[in-house]
């Protein structure tokens, strides 16, 4: 059971929190970006530095992770190819993504990126609030209890 973190759009709060339950419960957790990701000093966390361009992070993740992992992302493909590995997926929202509500996600985006490719304009998401911490908190509590 490990934790892998689609890292170069996971916000700063986010990865604290997830250093933090590393440390507490010894789970090994990679972060994998396009850039350097600084980690605090744990034999618990690593980062993987991927070279630039399209997916390319979210192809390592895919690669490296396994059936009972946890992937961080806010990425609904990425989150698609994952569950489909057998592994969860988790935004940093704290919305636990499933093999019963991905399909209906990813056509969602799907139909929203065929907006915004044909000039309509579409509003990002929100700020990420206290209660989008706590729920992704508490799920990865849930999660961190449920895998040991």
């Known amino acids: 059971m490990k ?32 850039q350097f990701m600084k980690t605090p000093p744990s ?19 895919v690669q490296r992770c396994a059936a009972g992992d946890l992937v961080i992302t806010s990425d609904i493909p990425l989150a698609a190819e994952v569950i489909e590995k057998g592994a969860q997926a988790l935004s940093p929202r704290g919305e636990l993504f499933t093999a019963a509500n991905i399909k209906p996600r990813l056509n969602m985006r799907d139909f929203l990126e065929t907006m915004r490719s044909s000039g309509i304009q579409t509003s990002g998401p929100p700020p990420l609030s206290q209660g989008d911490r706590q729920q992704f908190a508490n799920h ?8 040991r």
């Open 3 to 34: 934790i892998w973190v689609d890292a170069d759009a996971c916000p700063v709060v986010i990865r604290e929190i997830i250093f933090r339950a590393s440390q507490r419960t010894k789970v090994p957790v990679t972060l994998v970006a396009n």
């Open 43 to 61: 034999p618990f966390i690593t980062s993987v530095q991927v070279s630039a361009g399209f997916d390319v992070a979210d192809n390592e993740i």
């Open 140 to 147: 990865l509590d849930r999660w961190l209890s449920k895998s």
